[in-house]
C-alpha cells in the first residue's frame, strides 16, 4: 500500500511477481509432492507474504525512485505524516 500511495507502481509489480512466483512454486511443491493439503496452502501464503515484504524492503532501500526514498527521513510526528491520515484511513475501512 505504501508504494502504491507513493505512486511506486514499479515497486508494486516487482512485489506481486515476487509473491506470486513464491506462492505457485511452494504450491506446486507442497501440493503436489509432500501432501500437505491446508497445511501447505498456509505455509505458501505465509512464504509469499513474506517475500512481498522484503521485496518492498529491498526495493524501497535501493530504488532511484526520488520520490518513493525522500519520505524515509520524515520523523513520525509531522505535519507530512499527518496530512493524508483521514483518507489512508478511509482506504482501510473499505
Given at each position: 500500500?505504501?508504494?502504491?500511495?507513493?505512486?511506486?507502481?514499479?515497486?508494486?509489480?516487482?512485489?506481486?511477481?515476487?509473491?506470486?512466483?513464491?506462492?505457485?512454486?511452494?504450491?506446486?511443491?507442497?501440493?503436489?509432492?509432500?501432501?500437505?493439503?491446508?497445511?501447505?496452502?498456509?505455509?505458501?501464503?505465509?512464504?509469499?507474504?513474506?517475500?512481498?515484504?522484503l521485496g518492498?524492503?529491498?526495493?524501497m532501500r535501493?530504488?532511484?525512485?526520488?520520490?518513493?526514498?525522500?519520505?524515509?527521513?520524515?520523523?513520525?510526528?509531522?505535519?507530512?505524516?499527518?496530512?493524508?491520515?483521514?483518507?489512508?484511513?478511509?482506504?482501510?475501512?473499505?
Amino acid at each position: 500500500m505504501y508504494c502504491s500511495q507513493m505512486e511506486g507502481t514499479k515497486c508494486v509489480m516487482v512485489n506481486n511477481i515476487i509473491a506470486n512466483v513464491i506462492h505457485i512454486t511452494l504450491l506446486s511443491v507442497l501440493l503436489g509432492i509432500y501432501d500437505l493439503g491446508f497445511t501447505g496452502i498456509c505455509i505458501a501464503s505465509t512464504c509469499s507474504l513474506t517475500g512481498r515484504w522484503l521485496g518492498s524492503l529491498v526495493f524501497m532501500r535501493y530504488t532511484s525512485l526520488k520520490k518513493i526514498s525522500d519520505y524515509n527521513n520524515v520523523p513520525l510526528f509531522s505535519k507530512l505524516t499527518t496530512q493524508h491520515l483521514g483518507y489512508q484511513a478511509k482506504i482501510c475501512i473499505n
